[in-house]
């Protein structure tokens, strides 16, 4: 059974960057066909896709947030991270990672993690 | 990009009742859609893929339909675990969320 589980800090300041990491266990993060993906829920709102990468190292970002996400893999580890640069009160969030069966949907979800912007 | 409309935003229903929610797409998606239920707390749970296609040791009263633009989830006999938030979900062009859908006891 796959398993993801996200991890990093929980308060940012504004305008620093936000880290988090999703450690992948019960499954390889080099597995053909997947990609590995991050995605936030703001409180009480609905969910916003903000990128993946796949095992190559190939990614792509949502648009609206391009100019300030990266997210990297490390397949020694198996786990894949973002970094979310430059951030205000709006990006207060649960961040989850998850797998794209067939880079389709998402069959498995970590559990989330909140990270609150503020000073 | 493809915005995803989904109708309504909060639906009140009995244990028992048949629910239907729909969902709509700005630009043809053919079935590439999915469904997932959210739980406070919790991650979303996939359920349909594929518009129409039941995810493993999801209850066979959840069901999907639909192509191009307009997606229907219907869940036959509404059960108490079943009041949650339901979110579709486009894959045909990167991927855009509904705006969800809160099913609420009445």
């Known amino acids: 059974q796959l398993q993801l589980q996200e991890s990093g800090s929980g308060l940012v300041t504004p305008s620093q960057t936000l880290s988090l ?9 080099s597995s053909g ?3 590995w993906s991050w995605i936030r829920q703001p409180p009480g709102e609905g969910l916003e896709w903000i990128g993946y990468i796949y095992h190559s190292g190939s990614t792509y970002y949502n648009p609206s947030l391009n100019s300030r996400v990266s997210i990297s893999v490390d397949k020694s580890k198996n786990q894949f991270s973002l ?9 207060t969030a649960v961040y989850y990672c998850a797998r794209a069966r067939e880079q389709a949907y998402f069959d498995y979800w970590g559990r989330g993690s909140l990270v609150t912007v503020s000073s | 990009d493809i915005q995803m409309t989904q109708s309504p935003s909060t639906l009140s229903a009995s244990v028992g009742d048949r629910v ?14 999915a469904w997932y239920q959210q739980k406070p707390g919790k991650a979303p749970n996939l359920l349909i893929y594929k518009a129409s296609s039941l995810e493993s040791g999801v209850p066979s009263r959840f069901s999907g339909s639909g192509s191009g633009t307009d997606f229907t989830l219907t869940i ?13 979900q486009q894959y045909n062009s990167y991927w855009t969320f509904g705006q969800g859908t809160k099913v609420e006891i009445k």
């Open chain 1, 83 to 91: 970094k979310l640069r430059s951030v205000t009160a709006a990006d």
């Open chain 1, 33 to 35: 066909g997947s990609s």
């Open chain 1, 21 to 29: 990491t999703c450690a992948v266990s019960g499954g390889s993060i």
């Open chain 2, 76 to 88: 036959n006999s509404l059960q108490p675990d079943d009041y949650a938030t339901y979110y579709c």
């Open chain 2, 20 to 33: 239907t929610i729909t969902c709509r797409a700005s630009q043809s998606i053919s079935s590439w859609l």
